[in-house]
Nanobody
Framework: QVQLVESGGGLVQAGGSLRLSCAPS????????MGWYRQAPGKQRDLVAA???????NYADSVKGRFTISRDNAKNTVYLQMNSLKPEDTAVYYC??????????WGQGTQVTVSS
């Protein structure tokens, strides 16, 4: 069974940085895109950033210029570099992988907490 293994969350002060990473526990074929979503308490899960196999990226307006998504296609690993973090970035961050068949895999989530 495929699991997405996330790492890199934690507690950081406002203005600080964190780097999230996510990789599947087994090789996944025909990946279309990999990305990150986040969900704050009482709110819906929203897209943070996504990247296709070809390298096209998509960012939420709230993180543009602060977050950078990248991926290592050989390792099927996706990264999210988060700089200039703000308290409003506090949320559980979920890794997301979409494959050509339309199937979507989700990670279990990693907590990011930004203190003011």
């Amino acid at each position: 069974q495929v699991q997405l293994v996330e790492s890199g969350g934690g507690l950081v002060q406002a203005g600080g940085s964190l780097r999230l990473s996510c990789a599947p526990s087994v090789n996944i074929f025909s990946i279309n895109s990999m990305g990150w979503y986040r969900q704050a308490p009482g709110k819906q899960r929203d897209l943070v950033a996504a990247i296709t196999t070809g390298g096209s990226t998509n960012y939420a307006d709230s993180v543009k210029g602060r977050f950078t998504i990248s991926r290592d296609n050989a390792k099927n690993t996706v990264y999210l570099q988060m700089n200039s973090l703000k308290p409003e970035d506090t949320a559980v961050y979920y890794c997301n992988v979409k494959i050509a068949t339309g199937r979507i895999y989700w990670g279990q989530g990693t907590q990011v907490t930004v203190s003011s």
